[in-house]
T-cell receptor
Framework: DTGVSQDPRHKITKRGQNVTFRCDPI?????LYWYRQTLGQGPEFLTY????????KSRLLSDRFSAERPKGSFSTLEIQRTEQGDSAMYLC??????????????FGPGTRLTVL | TQLLEQSPQFLSIQEGENLTVYCNSS?????LQWYRQEPGEGPVLLVT?????EVKKLKRLTFQFGDARKDSSLHITAAQPGDTGLYLC???????????FGRGTSLIVHP
């Protein structure tokens, strides 16, 4: 395991369609984060999991956004009824919580979403 | 909501020049990270600073954390074209490990 992986790397969809992205964290990491990054901005935090528990979801952008991490390993981020404003890079990161680890986050390469 | 300001937003320099980018907040950080991001890729962690006044070096990069833990700087000596990228700082408050990112400094180093 060499790092965080995300699939797909690119997704083009039509407005109104649902999309789902997958993130596979570094295997021993217990925390998993989702971010959104738009052009000219830094990553914006969306939600995070510790193992399978979603500990913070108030910053998900709307009720069209949802995330799961059913077995505490990989995670999915779903956007329902996509809008053109959802076009962005969606980043996943993982970390190993203190005291076992430093809490530092390691990012995946991202999924670039384009909504037509 | 804590805000994190980065400056400058853009920097275009010649190979061999030195540069400094800044990261500031009105709140005290628990920790602060610097990342570098290339187009189409996720950010890559460069360093984490935790202690006020801390200085860390990574080859030609020098990171400094302010004594009051409200600001940080990244200094690059003798910049090279390979340093080109988006430099992001991210801070967390209260030990939450939920960082807030700045907008980044986009650096271009011309050969």
């Amino acid at each position: 395991d060499t790092g965080v992986s995300q699939d797909p790397r690119h997704k083009i969809t039509k407005r109104g369609q649902n999309v789902t992205f997958r993130c596979d964290p570094i295997s021993e990491h217990n925390r998993l984060y989702w971010y959104r990054q738009t052009l000219g901005q830094g990553p914006e935090f969306l939600t995070y999991f510790q193992n399978e528990a979603q500990l913070e979801k108030s910053r998900l952008l709307s009720d069209r956004f949802s995330a799961e991490r059913p077995k505490g390993s990989f995670s999915t981020l779903e956007i329902q009824r996509t809008e053109q404003g959802d076009s962005a890079m969606y980043l996943c990161a993982s970390s190993l919580e203190w005291p076992s680890g430093s809490g530092e986050q390691f990012f995946g390469p991202g999924t670039r979403l384009t909504v037509l | 909501t804590q805000l994190l300001e980065q400056s400058p937003q853009f920097l275009s320099i010649q190979e061999g020049e030195n540069l400094t980018v800044y990261c500031n907040s009105s709140s005290v950080f628990s920790s602060l990270q610097w990342y570098r991001q290339e187009p189409g890729e996720g950010p890559v962690l460069l360093v984490t600073v935790v202690t006020g006044g801390e200085v860390k070096k990574l080859k030609r990069l020098t990171f400094q954390f302010g004594d009051a833990r409200k600001d940080s700087s990244l200094h690059i000596t003798a910049a090279q074209p390979g340093d080109t990228g988006l430099y992001l700082c991210a801070g967390d408050w209260g030990g939450s490990y939920i960082p807030t990112f700045g907008r980044g400094t986009s650096l271009i180093v011309h050969p």
